[in-house]
């Protein structure tokens, strides 16, 4: 049993430390590495924002990783019942964490659906005509329809992987599915390189350029470290819950942290070079993989078709793999603290989100309401990844700085003292002083600049809404 809790049930314990690991890196590793991060980088300038992005996993991630990690194993409970357990004034950061989840889930579904939709067009003669392969990206996600069906059958996988508890088929098929992904990536990035012109590509990502840089550049870098890494939501503090006391904490977090690194560069190094090759226009933006990835595959022949299938299947299950843990969120939030069973919750949770992604995906359409010209995709991107993460990192890192002491986070990374962490202080003093004050500087910058690009007011109402979730944590 992993927890000291009297009063709850025992916790089920990951099978085996490598399961763990897995698992979180299953949660870290998805859209947001091989979508989200290169068309981000794209959008962003490339070198610059990459190495920004490298020194926030690094001097942040890393840390809040930890941190979650370490309030979940000792308090044996999930987001919310980790912080009402130790103090009922902290349990808004929990709910925060809920509410990002059911606002990501807003929009990663219509994502994971059109990998979905990929998997099927390719088999069906997608690559048999490169030159239509931007314009039917652009034609597929606009429709008012078609997306939505794939993204419902999306929604429903997750539906009955969620349904089902943890694990299970979902993680075997991780297990396998990851490493072909990753080799695959290894392939588009050797064949990318190969082409003419893509040397420039290299350049865009590795000479950074700093005089492209603003506050809303680095808010940006910030928000997708915590988006990439799974942080910022209860997510990890929900997974290290699960995790046995021997297990190392500081060395399951730079597993999962460099697997999470290792593939968001790996996907840069995939599709720049083809995009320059390819002469296409780096700030792209969501279609980037969706369209890259396909025509260089189409340019390798019987090959290259299977190489894309084997491509969006990955993708798929790598999204899934995530999607389910930001799901579990909520549910066990549900079943925790509002007492429901597991596929009540699971059905009621998953409604929700299936009502934000239609709104989600009808906007890239242009259909459907909006705010300060933000249609909902945009919104609850926008809400989750450059606010409620970051803002809910800092939160957790203030409550473990601040209210838990000193001796018991030693005790719990350390195992008693078992485990050597030499760099506690460091890691200790990042957390209670560092993180807190970077993240508010870097928040605040990037509201400010996000007025000149009418980003800001949403912004801002990301942060009325964590205030006044913490003016109601009362009663939550
Ligand atoms: N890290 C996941 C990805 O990169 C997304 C995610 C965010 C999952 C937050 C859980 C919590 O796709």
């Known amino acids: 049993m992993a927890t000291s809790n009297t009063n709850a049930a025992p916790r089920d314990n990951w099978g085996s430390k490598l399961g763990f690991v897995m698992a979180a890196a299953g949660s870290a590793v998805g859209l947001g590495n091989i979508w989200k991060f290169p068309y981000t980088a794209g959008e962003n300038g490339g070198g610059a924002f990459i190495v920004i992005y490298l020194a926030f996993v690094i001097f942040i991630g890393f840390s809040v990783m930890l941190t979650e990690f370490a309030v979940g194993r000792k308090t044996g409970r999930s987001a919310v019942g980790a912080f009402k357990s130790t103090d009922g004034r902290w349990t808004f950061v929990g709910v925060i964490g809920v509410l990002s989840g059911l606002l990501i ?50 929604l ?214 909006t705010l300060f010209d933000t249609g909902a995709f945009d919104i609850f991107d926008l809400l989750t990844d450059k606010i409620f993460l970051a803002v809910g990192g800092m939160l957790v890192c203030i409550f473990a700085g601040w209210r838990l002491s000193r001796e018991e986070l030693e005790k719990e990374i350390t195992n008693d003292g078992e485990v050597k962490f030499p760099l506690f202080g460091l890691w200790y003093n990042l957390v209670k002083f560092v993180i807190p004050v970077a993240v508010a500087i870097v928040a605040f910058a990037g509201i400010s600049s996000g007025f000149d690009s009418g980003k800001g007011p949403i912004m801002l109402m990301g942060i009325g809404i964590i205030a006044l979730t913490g003016l109601l944590s009362k009663k939550l």
């Open 156 to 369: 429903l996988m997750n539906i009955i992987i969620v349904s089902r508890g943890i694990s299970g088929g979902i993680e075997k098929a991780g297990k396998v599915l990851m490493p072909i992904l990753f080799l695959i990536l290894i392939i588009v990035s050797v064949k990318g390189l190969s082409l003419p012109g893509a040397m420039a590509g290299v350049e865009f990502l590795f000479s950074p350029d700093f005089s492209k840089v603003d506050s809303g550049v680095v808010l940006a870098a910030l928000g997708q470290a915590f988006f990439s890494l799974s942080l910022g939501m209860g997510c990890m503090i929900t997974y290290g819950s699960y995790l046995k006391k021997k297990e190392n904490l500081v060395q399951t977090t730079g597993m999962v942290t460099a697997m999470d690194t290792g593939v968001a560069i790996l996907a840069g190094i995939a599709m720049f070079p083809a995009m320059f090759a390819l002469g296409m226009e780096p700030a792209a933006g969501p279609g980037l993989v969706f369209v890259v990835v396909p025509q260089l595959f189409a340019e390798m022949g019987g090959v290259g078709l299977i190489f894309a299938l084997l491509f969006f299947v990955g993708l798929t299950v790598a999204a899934l793999t995530s999607s389910v843990s930001l799901l579990e969120v909520v549910v066990s939030y549900l079943i925790d603290e509002k007492g429901m069973k597991r596929t009540t919750a699971v059905l009621s949770a998953a409604a929700v989100m299936a009502v934000l992604c239609i709104f989600a995906s009808l906007s890239l359409g242009g259909v459907g309401p």
């Open 105 to 154: 889930m807003g929009f990663y579904p219509v994502v994971g659906g059109w990998a979905l939709a990929y998997v099927q067009k390719v088999s069906t003669g997608l690559l048999s005509n490169p030159e239509a392969i931007g314009d039917s990206f652009g034609g597929f996600i606009t429709n008012p329809i078609q997306p939505l069906m794939w993204m419902g059958v999306y």
